[in-house]
């Protein structure tokens, strides 16, 4: 793993977003066209779900260009159906609404099946959420828990997770609960961080890394998947039937919105930048019949704001 040398600490986070996380792709590869090199730079590549596999691939050396082509030739495989699945599944009731076999290969195919996180290019934070807490030895005392999985050398090796596979980690990232079925245990880390950024910022000041990093020099962008403005109306005596079919958009806008809050505070404008497009109709996470209006969003979108703070932080 390269080791970083300069003054600044810079963080590249991508939020979650399944077949939406096209968009920061697009985004990537126009900053790029704009400030070449300016990815040499960065310490850190931190992501959740398909966020998750894009900084796995940008830490192991991949452009987004070759990321993107992986995405558009994959992506509307692993988000299609056949009509043996609907039959056996019950239309979603009883299992989860997409196969896992186009995913596991694409994550193959990206990331290969021997790299392990500790052999990556730069430091990785990628989020998952741990449905049963293997690290405990005593099942009585397991409980279901975040999981952060990263490569930052630490005193402890227990601490860290150089041993890991990338391409699991990239499986569980994305495991999205009634998307697709749990891997190894976990299942998508947008259940407590579809917007990795405060994870990131806090994973800098863990007291267990062997090298500190300052929290003067962290500097950091971060890109969202597409944002559409939701409200509700009259739903206060609403019940869990009325509720349900909300709480996952909920969640997720929910809690984007308050690691934006919390990592904007702590670094100011100066240190920290998020570009969050916005969506003219509402893009499902498996819309995979519309990548090219995705590619348009990403093409879209000013970045002048985001190619202004790379160019200096």
């Not at 195919?109 to 052999?119: D, F, K, P």
């Not at 403005?229 to 929910?254: I, K, S, T």
Request: hydrophobic content about 40%; charged content about 20%.
């Amino acid at each position: 793993m390269a080791t970083h040398k300069s003054a600044s600490y810079r963080i590249l986070s991508i939020d979650g977003g399944g077949i939406r996380g096209i968009i920061p792709l697009v985004i990537l590869e126009r900053l790029e066209a704009v400030v070449p090199d300016w990815r040499n730079g960065i310490a850190m590549y931190a992501g959740t779900s398909s966020g998750g596999l894009t900084a796995l691939c940008l830490a192991n050396g991949m452009r987004p260009r070759d990321i993107l082509d992986l995405y558009l030739a994959r992506g509307p495989a692993v988000f299609d159906r056949s009509l043996w699945h609907e039959i056996k599944d019950i239309d979603d009731v009883i299992g989860p609404k997409y196969d896992s076999e186009h995913r596991l290969a694409l994550c193959e195919t990206a990331l290969g099946t021997t790299l392990r996180l500790g052999e990556l290019k730069s430091h990785v934070l990628i989020t998952a959420f741990d449905l049963n807490d293997r690290s405990q030895p005593d099942g009585a005392k397991r409980f279901w828990k975040a999981k952060i999985f990263h490569n930052m050398p630490t005193a402890d090796p227990k601490d860290t997770d150089v041993g890991e596979y990338a391409y699991r980690v990239a499986m569980r990232t994305s495991a999205g609960p009634t998307y697709f079925s749990s891997y190894d245990g976990f299942v998508d880390g947008g259940v407590f961080a579809n917007n990795p950024s405060m994870c990131a910022l806090a994973q800098t000041q863990d007291p267990r890394l062997t090298q500190p990093i300052p929290f003067e020099s962290v500097r950091m962008l971060s890109i969202g998947t597409g944002f559409y403005p939701y409200c509700l109306r009259g739903g206060e005596n609403w019940g869990l039937a009325q509720w349900a079919p909300h709480f996952v958009r909920m969640l997720m806008d929910g809690l984007n919105e308050v690691a934006d809050f919390q990592v904007r505070t702590m670094l100011t404008e100066k240190r920290y930048c998020r570009v969050r497009p916005w969506l003219k109709s509402d893009i499902p996470l498996d819309a995979a019949s519309q990548v090219g209006a995705l590619q348009a969003i990403g093409t879209q979108i000013d970045i002048g704001a985001a190619a202004g703070f790379i160019r200096t932080w």
